[in-house]
């Protein structure tokens, strides 16, 4: 299980007084305004505090308190916001973070060995999971009941029931 989450990355500086804009790396975006701290890059031993949240378009605009001019966050660019899993939101019942469903192995109902989830892609509607197999071939299934009825995280592995034609 992934100990650290990344909620957000760096992007650019906004003004001149130490404000930066974060693209969001959460399908909820307003949880940097349920956040008091973050920490910063690989410095996992300092807490940024949070003093101010705003929104532009689709990016997050944060101060930190402490960082307070367009230098200090130039030096930061690109660099990933993270929060400690027990941090995270809380998860509702078949909730699961990415993180922790990369790299699972993918089995059909009759046991069948179809490969290793590499991605997920998030549509809006609902997700779309990349399982990719020994040779390198990419099979997207859709994240529904109807389709990966089970996800079983104790033995990391998701259990596929494809139609005709996926596989």
Not at 86 to 112: C, H, M, P, Q, V
Not at 147 to 154: G, L, Y
């Amino acid at each position: 299980m992934v100990e650290y989450f990344k909620v957000g990355q760096i992007v650019n500086t906004q003004g001149l007084k130490g404000e930066m804009r974060v693209y969001p790396l959460t399908d909820y975006k307003e949880r940097f305004e349920e956040l008091d701290w973050v920490y910063i890059g690989d410095d996992l031993e300092t807490k940024y505090e949070i003093e101010k949240v705003r929104y532009k378009n689709n990016l997050a605009v944060l101060k930190i308190k402490g960082i307070d001019n367009v230098n200090e966050v130039e030096k930061l660019r690109n660099r990933y916001l993270k929060v400690p899993r027990e941090n995270a939101r809380k998860l509702e019942e078949d909730e699961y973070f990415i993180a922790d469903l990369i790299g699972l192995k993918s089995f059909t109902l009759s046991g069948d060995y179809i490969g290793i989830l590499e991605d997920v892609i998030q549509t809006g509607a609902n997700d779309v999971y990349v399982i990719k197999n020994e040779e390198g071939k990419e099979f997207l299934i859709p994240a529904v009941k109807k389709f990966v009825p089970e996800i079983n995280m104790e033995d990391k592995k998701i259990i596929i029931d494809p139609i005709e034609g996926m596989i």
